[in-house]
């Protein structure tokens, strides 16, 4: 009996003229993906949906059509209806999609698709690191565009050797970018040098090699105006 029923419905959808009504693709996988959490307290949310589908005579699996409502995502996915003109044969076959569910507040939530449901989370709180990152970012930024001019110089303090004049200096304080901070007193034996800053010990180096030199340390006692 069982069969007798089978091959007449086979045989009803094979006539021509008969009408198909849209049904849903029956969903038999769904895997969420939820991305890192940004600083807009969000994350990005994905799905990858399977399922069986059957089509033919002129029927097509239609695109997804995604809603949400509070914390219930609800997806559809539907085989169109077609009107049969001529004989034709359905196919069954196992189709894939990729859904962009978009940029999800933290919390709980349940999706839907089709008959099919599952829940996700997308983890995290509205913690100090979300909250202050974005100010962090801007601050790092802000000193990191700041001229290098605008930082105290370096200063470094030589001592001469008896009867040599300041001016001993000149082809060294050229190389490391120095200013001598008293050059209307040629007659101290002690010259305070002024570099850029971050290149004290190298300027010391170069310092330390000239002979005319018997002692040159860094101030560490200098303080702004």
């Not at 200063?155 to 001469?160: F, T």
């Not at 008896?162 to 190389?175: E, M, P």
Request: hydrophobic content about 40%; overall charge negative.
């Amino acid at each position: 009996m069982l069969r007798l029923i089978i091959a007449l419905l086979t045989f009803l959808a094979l006539l021509p003229g008969s009408t198909l009504a849209a049904e849903l693709v029956s969903i038999d996988r769904v895997d969420v993906r939820v991305g890192d959490l940004g600083t807009d307290g969000r994350a990005p949310v994905s799905a990858h949906v399977e399922g069986i589908a059957t089509v033919g005579c002129g029927r097509a699996v239609q695109e997804p059509v995604i809603t949400r409502q509070g914390s219930t995502i609800t997806v559809q996915i539907a085989i169109g209806p077609s009107e049969r003109t001529t004989t034709c044969l359905d196919v069954t076959g196992r189709y894939r999609w990729d859904l962009n569910l978009g940029r999800l507040e933290i919390g709980d939530y349940t999706l839907t698709v089709n008959d099919y449901t599952t829940t996700f989370t997308v983890p995290g709180k509205a913690n100090g690191d979300v909250i202050f990152r974005p100010l962090l970012q801007e601050f790092v930024a802000f000193f990191s565009d700041q001229d290098s001019s605008t930082l105290l110089p370096g200063r470094i303090v030589v001592e001469l050797k008896d009867g040599v004049d300041f001016h001993a200096l000149d082809k060294d304080l050229q190389q490391i970018h120095g200013r001598d901070t008293n050059p209307a007193m040629p007659e101290l034996s002690v010259r305070v040098i002024e570099v850029p800053p971050g290149t004290e010990q190298e300027a010391i180096s170069v310092l330390r090699k000239n002979p005319n030199v018997k002692e040159v340390h860094q101030d560490h006692f200098t303080t702004a105006d």
